[in-house]
């Protein structure tokens, strides 16, 4: 255990959280349903899906969805990822001025080299276009919060690791408030374990700036450990908290145990799974919030993969799982509610949640399919 770099209420520049947890930025999930979701259940801060710079630039349609947030929705990230500095700086400035608190830059997301356009964690093996970026940011808005997403590495080669250091001194010296760091290479995408290790290492070289930690967030229990056994300030949940909303309640409740390093059968022993009832009410939540902002047609496409994965606290899973995957429209999605959810019993834990069922990923979902943005 550190013990030493745990603020109980950690800051991200003039934001200070009630808790050290943060809902990821996830392409193709992370739009305001599931952010006001999660909020409603414990969520302290939360980040929107990655937003092409040239899509926000571009105004109309795509603009007015990237940039859905409400009052309901804060302190919130808004996530704006591209390759050049002279379109990623004004993209920036747009939603800054949206409400966003907070602009984070994604230097991680394993995207495709398509030509010219090197993005997100690309930045790792092309330093001086990352600084270009960086610097032209702070340039645009002088004065916002600004944060960094970044991977620990692009590969495993010897040098590789070194490009991470080289950013982040560049990010401490235009002041910018926190970095990201998910503990996975750029080649590993979303295969293989994180390396948790690379937190001390930026702990060592940064003692005092603010370190949000991902990779392998997976439960409650995944939450608090890597606040308890790694020099993290801010734990950042993705794959665990789609279709799981109810994690951020969870790990505050770990959290105030002194567990050095829970696992799920502390968690479980201490709190029980969501019922079927309490599923229901957020299911039904989410979609009418997703509706709002979608229309029922993309909402329904787009929360049958969210049902899917609120189906695995159901007792009857499998079968909850294939209702879901039929659903297009609200009448369809209220009947499987109907039938599955309509009398309370007790949830079920799923098995640790091995990320079998969100086979796609950042790269996948930042295309017009998900998001009805065109991207050039
Ligand atoms: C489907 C999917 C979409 C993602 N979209 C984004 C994104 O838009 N922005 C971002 O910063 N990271 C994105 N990520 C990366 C996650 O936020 C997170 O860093 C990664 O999944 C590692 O954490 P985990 O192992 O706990 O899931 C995405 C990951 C997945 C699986």
Same mark, same amino acid.
């Given at each position: 255990m550190t013990g030493t770099h745990q603020?109980?209420?950690?800051?991200?520049?003039?934001?200070? &959280?009630?808790? @050290?947890?943060? +809902?990821? #930025? &996830?392409?193709?999930?992370?739009? *305001?349903?599931?952010?006001?979701?999660? *909020? *409603?259940?414990?969520? @302290?801060?939360?980040?929107?899906?990655?937003? %092409?710079?040239?899509?926000? %630039?571009? #105004?109309? !349609?795509? %603009?007015?969805?990237?940039?859905?947030?409400?009052?309901q929705d804060h302190p919130c990230a808004g996530q704006v990822i591209g390759s050049d500095p002279d379109t990623v700086a004004p993209a920036a400035r747009i939603l800054h001025q949206a409400g966003y608190d907070v602009i984070d830059l994604n230097?991680?997301?394993?995207? !495709? !080299?398509?030509?010219? !356009?090197?993005?997100?964690? =690309?930045? %790792? *093996?092309?330093?001086?276009?990352? &600084? $270009?970026i960086l610097r032209a940011v702070r340039d645009a808005l002088p004065h916002a919060t600004l944060t960094v997403s970044l991977r620990r590495a692009f590969d495993d080669q010897p040098d590789s690791q070194h490009n991470l250091f080289l950013l982040c001194n560049e990010i401490w010296k235009l002041n910018y408030a926190a970095v990201?760091? =998910?503990?996975?290479?750029?080649? +590993?995408?979303? $295969? #293989?374990?994180?390396?948790?290790?690379?937190? =001390?290492?930026?702990?060592? =070289?940064?003692?005092?700036?603010?370190?949000?930690?991902?990779?392998?967030?997976?439960? $409650?229990?995944?939450a608090v450990r890597m606040l308890r056994t790694t020099p993290v300030d801010i734990v950042w949940i993705a794959r665990g908290a789609i279709g799981n909303p109810w994690i951020f309640s969870q790990a505050r409740a770990l959290l105030s145990t002194n567990l050095t390093s829970p696992t799920d059968h502390d968690l479980h022993a201490l709190i029980h799974p969501p019922t079927l009832h309490q599923q229901r009410d957020a299911l039904a939540e989410h979609f009418d919030i997703a509706m709002h902002i979608h229309g029922e047609s993309l909402a329904g496409r787009r929360m049958r993969k969210m049902g899917i994965k609120y189906a695995r606290f159901h007792p009857n899973a499998p079968d909850v799982k294939q209702a879901f995957i039929n659903v297009r429209s609200l009448r369809e999605w209220t009947s499987v509610l109907e039938q599955h959810y309509h009398t309370n019993a007790p949830g079920v834990w799923p098995p640790h949640n091995a990320p079998d069922e969100v086979n796609s990923s950042c790269e996948d979902n930042i295309t017009p399919a998900d998001n009805n943005i065109t991207p050039n």
């Open positions: 603020p109980l209420n950690p800051r991200i520049g003039p934001i200070t &959280l009630d808790a @050290p947890f943060c +809902q990821a #930025g &996830l392409a193709g999930y992370s739009d *305001r349903a599931m952010r006001v979701v999660a *909020r *409603r259940r414990g969520c @302290p801060y939360a980040v929107t899906e990655a937003l %092409l710079d040239t899509v926000l %630039l571009q #105004g109309g !349609k795509g %603009l007015a969805n990237s940039i859905d947030i409400n009052d230097f991680a997301c394993p995207v !495709k !080299k398509i030509k010219n !356009k090197a993005r997100g964690g =690309h930045m %790792l *093996r092309d330093v001086p276009r990352g &600084l $270009a990201r760091v =998910h503990a996975r290479t750029v080649e +590993q995408k979303y $295969a #293989g374990h994180a390396d948790w290790n690379i937190f =001390h290492q930026l702990r060592n =070289h940064y003692p005092n700036r603010t370190l949000i930690g991902s990779g392998d967030i997976f439960s $409650a229990a995944d």
